[in-house]
């Protein structure tokens, strides 16, 4: 009997942090569970996308965006290599797909799940608070408010504490 897949996939977008490692992980345990096709975005940062003074005066960006566009194709190759090298034979990693994109990272997100209609995102968050993400809102929480599809958060695990040693018990011999 052929293996079933769902034709909406699970939309992973990575910024190569430990969050969003966490995220993949997760993202390819429910892909398995659901047969579905696993998509790993990276979104290059473009802030020329909502100029400012700054960006509008240095005019033409497009062979510096090149550049960056390489290199962030270069850390993802590499990210999903070694993502891959802790999973091996596991048919979701082989077959995952690849959508490497410039602009505003929100704005990308929302128009990759407009296009492929995911059956949900799975991404990292950092889980942590500052005056930015007060104000304006963290990337994961702008994608959760404004996604049309279920939004799975993910934060990095704390590692777990060492077990204490073990006593020997009174009269014996720990080396033993």
């Known amino acids: 009997m052929a293996e079933e897949h769902s034709e909406a996939p699970i939309l992973v977008p990575v ?5 969003s490692a966490a995220a993949l992980e997760l993202g390819c345990e429910l892909a398995a569970a659901l047969r579905a096709p696993l998509v790993v975005l990276h979104v290059v940062h473009d802030p020329a996308e909502a100029p400012g003074y700054y960006t509008r005066a240095l005019g033409d960006s497009t062979p510096r965006l090149r550049k960056l566009e390489d290199l962030a194709g270069e850390v993802l190759n590499n990210f999903l290599e070694r993502f891959a ?4 034979g596991d048919p979701v990693v082989e077959r995952l797909h690849t959508e490497l994109v410039t602009g505003l990272p929100v704005t990308r997100i929302l128009e ?3 296009k492929l209609r995911p059956r949900l995102v799975v991404m990292g968050s950092q889980g942590r608070s500052c005056l930015a993400d007060a104000l304006l809102g963290s990337k994961a929480e702008q994608v959760v408010r404004l996604c049309p599809v279920p939004v799975v958060l993910v934060k ?7 077990p204490p040693a073990e006593e020997a018990p009174e009269g014996t011999d720990a080396e033993t």
Do not use: K
């Open 15 to 19: 910024d190569f942090s430990p969050h």
């Open 85 to 88: 090298a802790t999973h091996p």
């Open 156 to 162: 990095q695990p704390a590692p777990l504490p060492e």
């Open 112 to 114: 990759l799940v407009e």
